[in-house]
């Protein structure tokens, strides 16, 4: 099974707005898909040089006296030399890392168990 055709295929909102959502998630699912999960579950931010996720908690005193700050919610950001970004609330987050979850168990449901644990605490988190 192809995970990032079918993350794109049975993806639950307007495809558009939230295309550079998809391309995180697809990239999530070719990559360390485990430790970006738990990551996410301890509500840690991670980002390389052209892509990245960032957690309204991640926001310090600097990121606020700059306005690089936000309330609610995970930021997303794709790209080379220009950033796309979008922010996500919580609830739209999960639903589309529920699915990233859903396709990867679907060829390792051994990781069953480990998954459904994190997506609790992340649901419990962010009261979802």
Excluded at 14 to 33: A, P, S, V
């Amino acid at each position: 099974m192809d995970m990032k055709k079918e993350y794109s295929n049975r993806f639950m909102y307007n495809k558009d707005e939230y295309n550079l959502l998809i391309c995180w998630f697809r990239y999530m699912l070719e990559g360390d898909f485990m430790k970006r999960l738990s990551m996410m579950s301890e509500d840690m931010s991670a980002s390389t040089e052209h892509i990245g996720y960032i957690f309204a908690s991640s926001c310090d005193e600097e990121d606020m006296e700059n306005g690089a700050c936000f309330e609610e919610g995970v930021l997303f950001f794709f790209g080379n030399d220009k950033y796309d970004e979008i922010i996500v609330d919580y609830n739209i987050f999960y639903n589309s890392l529920k699915l990233a979850c859903n396709i990867y168990m679907e060829s390792y449901p051994n990781k069953k168990d480990i998954i459904n644990s994190k997506l609790k605490i992340i649901k419990e988190r962010y009261n979802i």
